[in-house]
C-alpha cells in the first residue's frame, strides 16, 4: 500500500512540475498535447520574407491559375456581374443560354483548352468519349450518365454549365477547379464528342469529303 502512496505523490508531484498550479502566470509557452495544426509557419498578407529576393511575401500569381472566392460561383455572392450569361449561363428572363455567351471565341484554341479540362476533371468518370464508361465505373459508380443521352444532348447549354458550377446528384461542384471561360470551354468539347458521336456524311464540309472518299 505504501508503494501505491509513493507512486501517486510521484505523479502529482510530476504533473504540478510540468502544468504549473491552477492560476500561475508563465511567460513560458504552453505544452500542447494536440496541438491540431494551430501553430504554422506561414506568412500574413503583404508581410516580408527574406526567401525572396524583394523581400516580398506576397508573389505574382502563376499563369493559368484559377482564382478562389471570386464570387463568380454562387449567384447570391453579391458580384457585381456584367454577362449573366457567360458567370451564370442565363439569359436576363433567368432561361438558360443556348449556344455560347458572346463574350467567347470558339475556336481551335478554346476547343483544345474544353478538351485538357476535360481529360482532366470529366473523364475519370464520363470517359474520354463522354459515354460514361470511365474509371471510376470499374470501382462500383455505375449510375454516371452517357452525353450521347437524347436528354443530354438536347440540355441547353447554360444548363450544363449550371451543372459544372454547383454539382449536380454525385457530382460535386468544379466552381473551384474551373474558371468560367473553362466551364465553356469543356462544353464545347462535350457538344464535340456528340457531335462525333452522332455525325452523318452531311456533316462533313465540301471541302473535305475528298479525303474520306465522298461525293
Known sequence: MRYVYLATFFIAVLTVSILGFRGSISTRT?????????????YKPQA????????????????????YGRGDEKPDAGFLRSDDALYLGKNPDGSWVSGFP?????????????????????????GALGDGN????????????????????????G???NTITNGKGNMLSYADKLSPEDRWAVIAYVRALQR???GTAEDV???HKSELGLK
Request: aromatic share 8%; charged share 25%.
Open 102 to 126: 458572346k463574350s467567347v471565341t470558339v475556336d481551335a484554341r478554346f476547343m483544345a483548352r474544353g478538351q485538357g479540362r476535360y481529360e482532366i476533371y470529366c473523364t475519370p468518370c464520363h
Open 48 to 67: 516580408p520574407s527574406l526567401f525572396f529576393a524583394d523581400g516580398r511575401a506576397d508573389r505574382p500569381l502563376p499563369a493559368g491559375v484559377v482564382a
Open 159 to 161: 444548363e450544363i454549365y
Open 30 to 42: 504552453p505544452i500542447e498535447l494536440i496541438p491540431d495544426m494551430d501553430h504554422q509557419a506561414k
Open 196 to 198: 462525333a458521336e452522332n
Open 134 to 157: 470511365g474509371i471510376t465505373k470499374q470501382y462500383g459508380m455505375g449510375a454516371t450518365p452517357s452525353y450521347h443521352d437524347d436528354r443530354l444532348r438536347q440540355m441547353a447549354d
Open 205 to 207: 464540309p465540301p471541302s
